[in-house]
């Protein structure tokens, strides 16, 4: 059974950091792609960082020199950290994986999620 548990959020003051962390465990595949998304209420989760099954490592813009993505392969563990916060961060952060992530920010390239861990950044 594939199973993703995030871990690491809170609440946070603008300018600060948090990491968060995602460990996964059964995933079948050797190789494999996995990605940070985010969810405010009544939005669509939307794509933060990814590493794709190659290495690749894409971030969206808006996080762009704030935020690094990484993953411990020893550890089975995914990473996000995340510097110099803002008010627009506040949301559930989801981990996902899936066999390839060749469309990175698409949802339906990551075919199991984690359960999710809040973010929130006050001003």
């Known amino acids: 059974q594939v199973r993703l548990v995030e871990s690491g959020g809170g609440s946070v003051q603008t300018g600060e950091s948090l990491r968060l962390s995602c460990e996964i465990s059964g995933y079948p595949y050797r190789n494999y792609a996995m990605a940070w998304f985010r969810q405010t209420p009544g939005k669509e989760r939307w794509a933060v960082a990814a590493?794709?099954?190659?290495?690749?490592?894409y971030y969206t813009d808006s996080v762009k020199g704030r935020f690094t993505i990484s993953k411990d392969n020893d550890k089975n563990t995914l990473y996000l950290e995340m510097n110099d916060l803002k008010p627009e961060d506040t949301a559930m952060y989801y981990c996902?994986?899936?066999?390839?992530?060749?469309?990175?920010?698409?949802?339906?390239?990551?075919?199991?999620w984690g359960q999710g861990t809040q973010v929130t950044v006050s001003s």
């Open positions: 590493i794709n099954a190659t290495g690749s490592i």
């Open positions: 996902g994986a899936g066999p390839f992530g060749r469309v990175w920010w698409k949802e339906y390239e990551y075919n199991v």
